[in-house]
Nanobody, 126 residues
Framework: QVQLAESGGGSVQAGDSLRLSCVIS????????MGWFRQAPGKWREGVAF???????RYVDSVKGRLTISRDNEKRTLYLHMNNLKPDGTAMYYC????????????????????WGQGTQVTVSS
């Protein structure tokens, strides 16, 4: 059974840090780019961090310097380290696997990802 399982969310104060994890099971992982997306109440889902199989990463401008995406292929786990969290970071965070292989740099559009987890909630209070 194909599964992406996020964990690590919670309620924190502005300035705190969190590490989100996404364990991948039941599907091929190594050849695919992975991404973290978030969706705040009343807003569209947006991509925040992406990683290719070669380790190349890309970030949306608003999180550069505060979020770090990484992957451990042996543990089949994707991570998102979040530092200096801000209230506008409050959202449900999802991990996703790209639809296609062969990217040298990870794609940024959610339409290019076809396998999604259930999400983990992050709430940042001021």
């Amino acid at each position: 059974q194909v599964q992406l399982a996020e964990s690590g969310g919670g309620s924190v104060q502005a300035g705190d840090s969190l590490r989100l994890s996404c364990v991948i099971s039941g599907l091929t992982y190594r050849p695919y780019c992975m991404g973290w997306f978030r969706q705040a109440p009343g807003k569209w889902r947006e991509g925040v961090a992406f990683i290719a199989t070669n380790g190349i990463t890309r970030y949306v401008d608003s999180v550069k310097g505060r979020l770090t995406i990484s992957r451990d292929n042996e543990k089949r786990t994707l991570y998102l380290h979040m530092n200096n969290l801000k209230p506008d970071g409050t959202a449900m965070y999802y991990c996703a696997r790209a639809q296609l292989t062969g990217y040298l740099t990870p794609p940024l559009q959610s339409s290019q990802y076809d396998t999604w987890g259930q999400g983990t909630q992050v709430t940042v209070s001021s």
